[in-house]
Structures are given as structure tokens and as C-alpha cells.
């Protein structure tokens, strides 16, 4: 049934680079051929639940802006109806996938029993929604943040009982996954870090996590669920120093508890910079590990110290991150998710559907950007020189000799290497013709 809330807000289309106002795509043509695949089918965009409809406008310093149909989220009654809206965005914006947290679809009841119940009841109702209109789920995954069981972490807290809550509760939600035929499973240890060391057994932590991770996996295998389990790094808030720091910790981590070949990585860009790094950097190391798995797509302010979770808006920014997954074969079972929201002080409807739009369209030109340096093989053509010396037979060799046989050659030749130019600039500039 229809909530309202989206009324007089027609489907969005692709209009071209030329339109005028708000609500059109410029640039994301879900048809458009890129590197002969639907542009749709190598972005994978999923609405974030959280963001575009749990959360009410808050921030570090203020309470909740927005006004919704469906606030207080306190009832199931007021859970479907939120969900009614969820899928009227969906349909306006063609959106193929979306994604949830646990505590986003339906109210927390504080026991099991009855958080049980009612995940449930919204996922057969979310179930029948998907049937009818064809909106498909990326991932689903558990809130194992916000409540106040949580504050000293899930699978790392040193309370037993909270560990037994947090493994029923993944149970119950890779269940809901499943049923609602999710492509894959995501798990963010929020608060699975400490605030400081003068309380925290980090070995005992970490090896508590390691175990934890080890029994998602053996029930994905059970039940029989065909997606990908990911996990999400990020460095600090709401946790001092989390865990999952980066994308180079979490792979150290899947390797030291034997999961490196069945767990990847979900990487969101607000995450890279509150790790100092980029995004293209965090997708490169994934990618050189065989490890990216779906990407959430945001940008922090950056001004701010924390992660304000804002639509992409930096194409340049966008289409690197592209190239890497390009190169790498593309996304598979994971997409494009918006880990993104609207400003607390935008609070229309036609708000949320235009920073999708937005969104979107920086993504396909970004992507379109990506495919175009790909195809004239520019950068490609540059690392091959770069590294050509490591083509010779002696420099091969040399990777399986020792350092008195390499210290002999060096006398023996007696030279002084000169450097070679890095050639930075002329590459900027390179990229700066696509985007």
C-alpha cells in the first residue's frame, strides 16, 4: 500500500547529459553497453536501509530533524509501513538491490525471542514485496551497535552471554538473508575493538572474533547459503581503535584464522579516509589479494573528523576506484551500495530521491571514465615500462638467489643505479582527459 510520502514523484529516467531539473539520470543508463556488459549490471546499485530510512537526522551534537511516516520505529505496524516506502523509492529509482541491517527492518524488542519474531515477520513481508516488484537483495546484515548490549562489543565482548546473544542473532539474520535469496552476507564489528588496553585481553578478543567468524562460515555451508560472506573495515568510531582497521589488517586477519578463502572485504570510502588512505587505495589492496567483495559508496566531509556518510560527488575520486574494480573483473555477487545519506537539514522526500539520483550518475561517469582509460591502455602501457626491467632473465633470477650472490654481481659490475622519473604529473594529467 501506498505511505504518501513519495507522491508526485514520477520514475526517474535517463534524460542524457542535457536535462534539465533534478529528477532525471544524465549520465546512469542502466542499458548503456560499458566494456560489454549493461552498465546496471556492473554498477549493482542497493539502496542502504539504514540511511535512506532509520535514520531521523541526528548527529554528534543534535536529535532528529527529519519527520516520517513510519517514526517512531517502534512497531511492526509502523516496520511495514517503512518498508511500504522503501520499495516505492525502489521502484522510482530502478534500483535493482538494497540492503539492511537487522535493526533497520523491524524494532528491537530487547530479548531474542522477540527480535526473532518479528525479523520473521518483516522478512516474509519484505518477501513478498521483492516477488511483486523485483527488487532483489545485495546483502543483509546485524546491528550489533546501537543497543546498549553492545558497548563493549559482540563476538569480543568479554561477557559470554553477549558473545551467545551476537551468534543468534547472526544465525537469525543470515537466515532472513537467505530466505530473502540475499547475494550476500555482511558483517561489521561496529564496536568490536576496545577503548583501552587497560581492560581489553586483545589476544583473547581477536581469537574470540576469529572463532566467531569461522562459525558464520560453517553455517553458511550448512544451510546451504550460495553468497559471500564480507566483512567491513573501519578504524575508529564509535570504537577508540577497531579491529578491522584497514583492508591490509582484515586480510592479515581472515589469513591468521584460516578464512582468507572464504571471506572478502565490504569497503566504504568514509571508512578509507578515517584510515588515512584512500579509496582507490583500499580497492587496490583487495584487488591484489583477490579480496574485494562489494564496495559502499560514500564520502566523508573532510573537514570533519568523523564519518558523515554523504552521496559521492567527486567523479575523478569515483572513476579510479572503477578502474581497480574493472581490472580486477568487476564486482561479482557484491554491487554498489549508498552507505550514504541527506543532510539533516534536507528534508523533503524529493531530497532523498535526488541524492540518489546524483549518486548514480556519478557513478556511471565515473565508471564510464574508468572503461575509457581501460580501453586506451594509457596507464597500463605506463607500469609495463615502469617494471620492464623485471622482464630480463638476470632480474628474474635474481628473486631466487641470495644476498651474497646479488652483492658479487653488484661489485662485479661496479655501476651506481640512476633513478628513473616516476612521471606523476604526466599521469594526473592522463586521467584528468577522462573525467
Not at 574485494?292 to 575520486?317: A, H
Request: hydrophobic share 35%.
Amino acid at each position: 500500500m501506498s505511505t504518501g510520502f513519495f507522491d508526485g514523484i514520477a520514475p526517474i529516467r535517463y534524460a542524457g547529459p542535457d536535462a534539465d531539473g533534478d529528477l532525471a539520470f544524465r549520465h546512469y543508463n542502466p542499458d548503456e553497453i560499458v566494456l560489454g556488459k549493461r552498465m546496471e549490471d556492473h554498477l549493482r546499485f542497493a539502496v542502504a536501509y539504514w540511511h535512506s530510512f532509520a535514520w531521523e537526522g541526528g548527529d554528534p551534537f543534535g536529535g532528529s530533524t527529519l519527520e516520517r511516516p513510519w517514526y517512531p520505529q517502534d512497531s511492526m505496524e509502523r516496520a511495514k509501513a517503512k518498508a511500504d516506502a522503501a520499495f516505492e523509492m525502489f521502484a522510482i529509482l530502478g534500483q535493482p538491490y538494497y540492503c539492511w541491517h537487522d535493526a533497520d527492518i523491524r524494532p528491537d524488542q530487547g530479548d531474542f525471542a522477540a527480535n526473532l519474531k518479528t525479523l520473521n515477520e518483516i522478512t516474509d513481508y519484505l518477501g513478498e514485496k521483492a516477488e511483486k516488484q523485483g527488487t532483489k537483495l545485495l546483502w543483509g546484515t546485524a546491528n550489533m551497535f546501537s543497543h546498549r548490549r553492545w558497548m563493549s562489543g559482540a563476538s569480543t565482548n568479554p561477557d559470554p552471554e553477549v558473545f551467545a546473544f551476537a551468534a543468534a542473532t547472526v544465525k537469525s539474520c543470515m537466515d532472513a538473508t537467505h530466505k530473502l535469496g540475499g547475494e550476500n552476507y555482511v558483517l561489521w564489528g561496529g564496536r568490536e575493538g576496545y577503548e583501552t588496553l587497560l581492560n581489553t585481553d586483545l589476544s583473547q578478543e581477536l581469537d574470540h572474533m576469529g572463532r566467531f567468524l569461522n562459525m558464520v562460515v560453517e553455517y553458511k555451508h550448512k544451510i546451504g547459503f550460495k553468497g559471500t560472506i564480507l566483512v567491513e573495515p573501519k578504524p575508529q568510531e564509535p570504537s577508540k581503535h577497531q579491529y578491522d582497521f584497514d583492508a591490509a589488517t582484515c586480510i592479515g586477519f581472515l589469513r591468521k584464522y584460516g578464512l582468507e578463502g572464504e571471506v572478502k572485504l565490504n569497503l566504504e570510502q568514509g571508512h578509507a579516509i578515517l584510515a588515512g588512505h584512500s579509496f582507490e587505495h583500499e580497492i587496490a589492496v583487495a584487488c591484489a589479494e583477490g579480496m574485494l567483495g562489494s564496495i559502499d559508496m560514500n564520502r566523508n566531509d573532510y573537514q570533519s573528523g568523523w564519518d558523515t556518510d554523504q552521496f559521492p560527488n567527486n567523479v575523478p575520486e569515483v572513476a579510479l576506484a572503477y578502474y581497480h574494480i574493472l581490472k580486477s573483473g568487476g564486482l561479482g555477487t557484491g554491487g554498489t551500495n549508498f552507505d550514504a545519506k541527506i543532510r539533516r537539514q534536507s528534508l523533503d522526500a524529493e531530497d532523498l530521491i535526488a541524492g540518489h539520483v546524483g549518486a548514480m550518475d556519478i557513478c556511471a561517469r565515473g565508471l564510464k571514465a574508468a572503461a575509457a582509460m581501460i580501453e586506451d591502455g594509457g596507464l597500463e602501457a605506463n607500469l609495463k615500462a615502469r617494471y620492464s626491467g623485471w622482464e630480463t632473465p638476470e632480474a628474474q633470477a635474481m628473486l631466487s638467489s641470495d644476498l651474497d650472490t646479488i652483492t658479487a654481481q653488484v661489485l662485479a659490475k661496479g655501476t651506481n643505479p640512476r633513478p628513473v622519473s616516476g612521471r606523476q604529473e604526466r599521469l594526473e594529467n592522463y586521467v584528468n582527459r577522462f573525467v
